[in-house]
């Protein structure tokens, strides 16, 4: 109705929009983080990924990580997508792939944490990777993996051939 009324009045009409732009910052971190990018070369394997993460064992939350890719598999950026509770942390494609992006990434790499020190995926974790696959496939960022870090040892959607 209001937009019927604006193209019959044939006086000039005012029309706001509001331009959004996407605000993208690089940052140099000086603490423990910048050790997760010490190694410059490719990430090739879900137990790379669980050595380097491997910090995330002692946290007494679940902590989802989304690892930003080039094109040859090195680290571009670390986004923390959610802090949760003991045995859950909430999880959105919107969140997950707004700063994809923005740095350019030619794939993601999941990452969380299982507190219990039990590795073995919940329903909700195969069902948000199954959501977060769907929309990397439409967006065009592969999803090489999501990884669970546990207390010794890890999973891997990748290895396990769910990806």
Do not use: W
């Amino acid at each position: 109705m209001f937009i019927e009324s604006l193209f019959e009045s044939s006086e000039p009409q005012t029309v706001r929009c509001k331009i959004i732009r996407p605000v993208y910052e690089a940052l140099t971190v000086s603490d423990e983080v910048a050790k997760y990018f010490e190694s410059s070369g490719a990430i090739t394997s879900s137990a790379e990924v669980s050595a380097r993460f491997h910090p995330l064992r002692r946290e007494t939350r679940e902590h989802f990580l989304a690892l930003h890719v080039d094109s040859k598999n090195r680290l571009l950026c670390l986004d923390r997508i959610s802090t949760g509770s003991l045995n859950a942390s909430i999880v959105h494609p919107r969140e997950v792939f707004k700063s994809c992006l923005l740095s350019s990434a030619a794939a993601l790499i999941l990452l969380h944490n299982h507190p219990s020190g039990d590795p073995t995926p919940s329903r909700e974790d195969h069902e948000i990777t199954t959501r977060l696959k769907e929309a990397s496939e439409l967006l065009g960022i592969r999803l090489l993996d999501h990884v669970i870090i546990g207390d010794p040892s890890h999973y891997s959607f990748a290895d396990q051939g769910l990806l």
